[in-house]
């Protein structure tokens, strides 16, 4: 079983899906990117997560993050149940969905944990920055749904750690404020966060969140 880690480099593929051929890298392009895999179509679980995440377009598009879904199912199934997913959560699932019969990809990314299941896909997700590099992974179990507020919130911590020397706290959310990283020296400090910040220990030390880029 493969085994990514966080900074491998997420692989390639081209792999049938329920928008026509694709290649992975193309399809992400210079966005960041989410992978994830649910364990079978026409089930309840697996189905009010995909129209969660279709329900949440806005929210991925305003983070610049393309979805793609895996499951081992085929084709037709996959056509079959996004139709039920569209009239049950009243959506229309706006990314593609990976018909992964013979399991390449999910080999590729170490979807199916044998001791689970071996043969369907777990609930894994990978997170995926532009330059391809694994930012983020997590594993459920087939029984326990996703939380996509949660896969919202870690982008935002990933996207803004990216760009500024900063790390979010327990229970962060977007707009609270943020620790300097321990690498940044109260001098330098002082000219990287002209909003101010405030050391309750010499390692700890809270500011309020930079602007996304600055
Ligand atoms: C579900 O999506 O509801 C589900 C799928 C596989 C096993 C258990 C639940």
């Not at 995909?50 to 991925?60: C, E, I, P």
């Not at 993050?65 to 997913?85: F, N, T």
Request: some cysteine; aromatic content about 10%.
């Amino acid at each position: 079983m493969s085994e990514l880690k966080l900074g491998d480099k997420a692989p390639n593929f081209d792999a049938e899906t329920s928008e026509g051929k694709i290649n992975f890298y193309d399809y992400l392009g210079d966005s960041w990117g989410i992978l994830f895999s649910h364990p079978a179509d026409y089930t309840p679980v697996c189905t009010t997560e995909l129209g969660t995440v279709a329900n949440y377009k806005a929210k991925f598009e305003k983070r610049n993050v393309k979805v793609m879904a895996l499951s081992v199912d085929g084709l037709e199934s996959h056509k079959g149940w996004i139709k039920d997913i569209n009239e049950t959560q009243n959506t229309t699932v706006n990314f593609p969905i990976i018909a992964d019969e013979d399991r390449k990809v999910s080999d590729l990314y170490g979807m199916i944990h044998p001791k689970a299941d071996d043969t369907l896909t777990v609930r894994s997700v990978f997170v995926i920055a532009p330059d391809k590099s694994i930012k983020m992974t997590l594993t459920y179990p087939a029984s326990t749904g996703r939380n996509f507020d949660e896969l919202i919130r870690v982008i935002d911590s990933l996207q803004l750690t990216a760009y500024n020397k900063v790390a979010t706290p327990a229970n962060w959310k977007n707009g609270e404020d943020v620790v300097i990283s321990p690498s940044v020296s109260n001098e330098e400090a002082d000219k990287m966060f002209p909003k101010g910040y405030k050391e309750i220990r010499p390692y700890l030390r809270m500011t309020p969140e930079p602007e996304l880029n600055n």
